[in-house]
């Protein structure tokens, strides 16, 4: 069965924090995407990676930065978080032109 | 500015009616057209999806209505139930990666 595990369901961070949010996938795919998913607006691209070390900017990168060191692994790093960056954030993965799998999203509270 | 916009933001139906949900897009570079489903505290998860040669697609209880000239598409449950009450997204891919999704719908089926 196919798993995308993020590291935390639940996290509440201060202003001015530096957060990391980590993604892992198992099955051996080369992309990987980093979504925010805010009422109203749906999901969002923040970055994705189509290879290791390789990343993209998506709709809404600003106050964002990635990670992709090895192929399961992609992090997404809030460099000096703000409130405006409380939300949920997706990590999913996906091979080539398929489907995206997604992990179940981690809820980020910035106060 | 929402590439892809879907309707209703909620909807409430009884169990056994039909639940439908819109989406409409404009770029015509759109590719695949998945329906994603989400539960509470989960990832959202690829329900069913359609490529723009075929007008519809069925699946069990659920079908994919595509009208490529109006570049409109939309979901249709049959026989709703309780255990489809989630949140549905629509999207759109272009390419392998530039994925769009809608804002999504809540549906509550009661019982």
């Not at chain 1, 192929?71 to 997404?76: I, M, W």
């Not at chain 2, 505290?41 to 595509?66: C, H, M, N, Q, W």
Request: glycine letters at 8%; proline letters at 5%.
């Amino acid at each position: 069965d196919v798993k995308v595990t993020q590291s935390s369901r639940y996290l509440v961070k201060r202003t001015g924090e530096k957060v990391f949010l980590e993604c892992v996938q198992d099955m051996d795919h080369e992309n990987m995407f980093w979504y925010r998913q805010d009422p109203g607006l749906g999901l969002r691209l923040i970055y994705f990676s189509y290879d290791v070390k390789m990343k993209e900017k998506g709709d809404i990168p600003e106050g964002y930065s990635v990670s992709r060191e090895k192929k399961e692994r992609f992090s997404l790093i809030l460099e000096s978080a703000s409130t405006n960056q409380t939300s949920m954030y997706l990590c999913a993965s996906s091979a080539a032109a398929y489907e995206q799998y997604f992990g179940p999203g981690t809820r980020l509270t910035v106060t | 500015q929402q590439q892809v916009k879907q309707s209703p933001q909620s909807l409430i139906v009884q169990k056994g009616g039909i639940s439908i949900i819109n989406c409409a897009y404009e770029n015509t570079a759109f590719d695949y057209f998945p329906w994603y489903q989400q539960f509470p505290g989960k990832g959202p998860a690829l329900l069913i999806a359609i490529r723009p040669d075929v007008s519809e697609k069925k699946e069990g209880r659920f079908t994919i209505s595509f009208n490529k000239s109006a570049k409109q598409f939309s979901l249709h449950i049959m026989d709703s139930q309780p255990g489809d009450s989630a949140t549905y997204f629509c999207a759109a891919r272009v390419g392998n990666n530039d994925m769009r999704f809608g804002a999504g719908t809540r549906l509550t089926v009661k019982p």
